[in-house]
């Protein structure tokens, strides 16, 4: 059970210590360096993901251990923490409308996305609802598998799609927003209470296991989200992590993005990356007609709404709405909600799709 939530068993022990991982490491962070250097948006996260991206389609071995990922999720879900108040849940009566709106674009997405990529991309009826799907693709494989449906092509478009996604949402927000990188030199971090950070800590195990058992999606960044929130709103307990962790969480989440092209092949992405890149323009332009759409309902920044209708990757777009500071309560609980819908409305596709071959 735990091992699935936190996953500290043996062979990710062993990946942790691995060439393949310090191979990631030795990689990334002289490429986010670089990148820094030369004034590229958010370089922490870009430069890594860019560079092992190449490397992993290049053949060398590299791996991303589950443990890492679980410790960087728990981190982002801190931060994310230190946003939640009663303020926030008053305002959260008003997320209703932008919920339901959320809800029409996935399903507009899906049938819109999934006719295009059955017509000109020969996807199967199937391959195609799970490749339109706006996100969640770690669920949907396992689904698609169920289905006995094309992993490859499901897993290829939404890796395009994420890359394409996390590479663009950085430049548009640097090109529209005065807000740097969110860096706090001011604040004195060793002055707080650190026995705080430790119930955080084990509070968020908890809530991750309870959230895992009933099947809440992204229950690490959820279930660090509830635990933290519910602790600072009761006044138990409030800690604030170095602003500096941020890059940390870039550096890594940037990273695993990259080494999900491990086992891919450029003749495999080829095949699919133009109608991938299509299928991508689609959801983005969906994502920003419901971001516009979005505010006549709530008094919300435009970038944190784009943001929050983003077609997919809700850790890496979470960690941007961190480092930009736009609103990352909002934009988790909607990509939050958007796994929750999607999970609800897939199913139900495919049981229409049954109908309709009976």
């Avoid at 507009?108 to 195609?128: D, H, M, R």
């Avoid at 959801?283 to 943001?307: P, R, W």
């Amino acid at each position: 059970m735990i091992k699935h939530l936190i996953p500290f068993y043996l062979e990710n022990t062993k990946q942790f210590f691995s060439i393949k991982f310090l191979s990631v490491l030795i990689v990334s962070i002289p490429s986010a360096v670089v990148a820094e250097y030369l004034n590229i948006p958010l370089a922490w996260f870009l430069g890594p993901m860019i560079v092992i991206s190449i490397a992993a389609l290049s053949g060398l071995k590299i791996i991303m251990p589950k443990i890492v990922l679980s410790f960087i999720l728990i981190i982002l879900g801190l931060h994310i923490g230190n946003y939640i108040d009663q303020n926030l849940f008053n305002q959260m009566i008003n997320w209703i409308w932008t919920s339901i709106i959320m809800l029409i674009y996935i399903i507009i997405c899906i049938l819109v996305v999934a006719k295009y990529l059955q017509k000109f991309a020969n996807y199967g009826k199937k391959s195609s609802i799970f490749s339109a799907a706006p996100g969640a693709l770690g669920p949907l494989m396992i689904l698609a598998e169920n289905e006995k449906t094309d992993l490859s092509q499901v897993a290829t478009s939404h890796l395009i799609r994420l890359i394409i996604i996390i590479t663009v949402i950085p430049l548009i927000i640097v090109n529209n927003t005065d807000n740097n990188v969110l860096l706090n030199d001011n604040f004195n971090y060793l002055a707080q209470n650190h026995l705080n950070l430790i119930l955080l800590i084990i509070a968020s195990l908890f809530f991750i296991f309870v959230f895992d058992k009933i099947r809440i999606p992204a229950a690490l960044l959820s279930g660090t989200l509830f635990a933290s929130g519910l602790l600072q709103i009761t006044d138990i307990a409030t800690y604030k992590l170095p602003d500096e962790t941020v890059n940390f969480c870039l550096l890594i989440l940037g990273s695993s993005v990259g080494c999900r092209f491990a086992e891919k092949t450029i003749k495999e992405i080829a095949n699919n990356s133009l109608h991938s890149i299509v299928a991508t323009v689609i959801l983005v332009a969906l994502g920003l007609l419901a971001a516009y759409v979005a505010t006549f309902f709530v008094d919300t920044n435009i970038l944190t709404l784009i943001l929050s209708f983003s077609p997919g990757g809700i850790y890496e777009v979470a960690v941007i709405a961190i480092a930009f500071d736009l609103d990352p309560d909002f934009v988790a609980f909607h990509h939050i909600i958007r796994l929750l819908f999607i999970l609800f409305t897939v199913p139900i596709f495919l049981r229409v799709l049954e109908k309709i071959k009976k």
